[in-house]
Nanobody
Framework: QVQLVEYGGGLVQAGGSLRLSCVASGRTGAVGWYRQAPGKRRELIGSINSAGGTNYADSVEGRFTISRDSAKTTIFLQINNLKPEDTAVYYC????????????????WGQGTQVTVSS
């Protein structure tokens, strides 16, 4: 059983940056970051495998960066050049698998952290 807690959301102006953290209760393998905007489905925006390899959705490529600490208990999501369309609740997910350079969702979710971008 893995517990996840996200931190770092907030209200920022367009063009700003945020760094979100996902703190796990134990060591993690592959982890995915998701977001859910109002009225939309939750979408995978990026992931990191146990070796540090990353993959990103086309919509965030170049602006979002995922990293993790050496203990593999904290996973970061750096978001630069924020846009109003990035407004969403951001979640991390663990317990999934990394296959064919893609993350397959696991069973463990955090409670989410709200990111709101004003124009």
């Amino acid at each position: 059983q893995v517990q996840l807690v996200e931190y770092g959301g907030g209200l920022v102006q367009a063009g700003g940056s945020l760094r979100l953290s996902c703190v796990a209760s134990g060591r993690t393998g592959a982890v995915g970051w998701y977001r859910q905007a109002p009225g939309k489905r939750r979408e995978l925006i990026g992931s990191i495998n146990s070796a540090g390899g990353t993959n990103y959705a086309d919509s965030v490529e170049g602006r979002f960066t995922i990293s993790r600490d050496s203990a593999k208990t904290t996973i970061f999501l750096q978001i630069n050049n924020l846009k109003p369309e990035d407004t969403a609740v951001y979640y991390c997910n663990a317990g999934g698998i990394w296959t064919s350079n893609e993350y397959v969702q696991g069973h463990y979710w955090g409670q989410g952290t709200q990111v709101t971008v004003s124009s």
